[in-house]
């Protein structure tokens, strides 16, 4: 299994560009989210998702979409970055909701000028 | 509104030393706990859960965690530091009943000095 993937890596992008992170699981996991990662603040939860077809916020989804057509991937959109979005992103899958392991992907780190 | 306080955002050790990692969290119910680390540049991977069973979890590297519901905490540690140890920690709750979702601590960086 190759657990959670992200793509890119590395991103940046000038303000007002949109752009797509990608994350696919081949864990068959139901739960999926975003998370994203700056210094003193931890992790904040973007959006997230219980299944197929279902999507809701986090604590700071303002700026982000994401969809969820398939089990297995979960993108997010940035509609119009802006440097408040510079940031480290981590995507995360877990079988459920309460008491899984959340699986993590490698990150995507993402500046924007 | 559930909470998690990781006490010290850095905490430095010497090599060999017993690592104290202290994790507070605020839940009106016994919740699910867990211990996530992050080496440099990686994702987080879990080193420890507490999941209502035993009071005292181990987990990977050598660390563990007592889980305390008088104390509301949930503390990490290691009886002897090891370079590789340095990372950064997170602990995270996760209440029981509908909302369920990870509520995270801000981190805490461990420095491990030869």
């Known amino acids: 299994n190759a657990g959670v993937t992200q793509t890119p890596k590395f991103q940046v992008l000038k303000t007002g560009q949109s752009m797509t992170l990608q994350c696919a699981q081949d864990m068959n996991h139901e739960y999926m989210s975003w998370y994203r990662q700056d210094p003193g603040m931890g992790l904040r939860l973007i959006h997230y998702s219980v299944g197929a077809g279902i999507t809701d916020q986090g604590e700071v989804p303002n700026g982000y979409n994401v969809s969820r057509s398939t089990t297995e991937d979960f993108p997010l959109r940035l509609l119009s970055a802006a440097p408040s979005q510079t940031s480290v992103y981590f995507c995360?899958?877990?079988?459920?909701?309460?008491?899984?392991?959340?699986?993590f992907g490698p990150g995507t780190r993402l500046t924007v000028l | 509104a559930q909470s998690v306080t990781q006490l010290g955002s850095h905490v430095s050790v010497s090599e060999g030393a017993l690592v104290l990692l202290r994790c507070n969290y605020s839940?009106?119910?016994?919740?699910?706990l867990f211990w996530y680390v992050q080496y440099p540049n990686q994702g987080l991977q879990l080193l420890l859960k507490?999941?209502?069973?035993a009071t005292l979890v181990k987990g990977i590297n050598g660390f563990e965690a007592e889980f305390k519901k008088s104390e509301t905490s949930f503390h990490l540690t290691k009886p002897s530091a090891h370079m590789s140890d340095a990372a950064e920690y997170f602990c995270?709750?996760?209440?029981?009943?509908?909302?369920?979702?990870?509520?995270w601590g801000l981190g805490t960086s461990l420095a491990v000095n030869p």
């Open positions: 995360a899958s877990s079988p459920r909701l309460a008491g899984d392991e959340q699986f």
């Open positions: 839940s009106s119910v016994p919740p699910y």
């Open positions: 507490y999941t209502s069973a």
């Open positions: 995270a709750v996760s209440p029981a009943g509908n909302n369920r979702k990870l509520i």
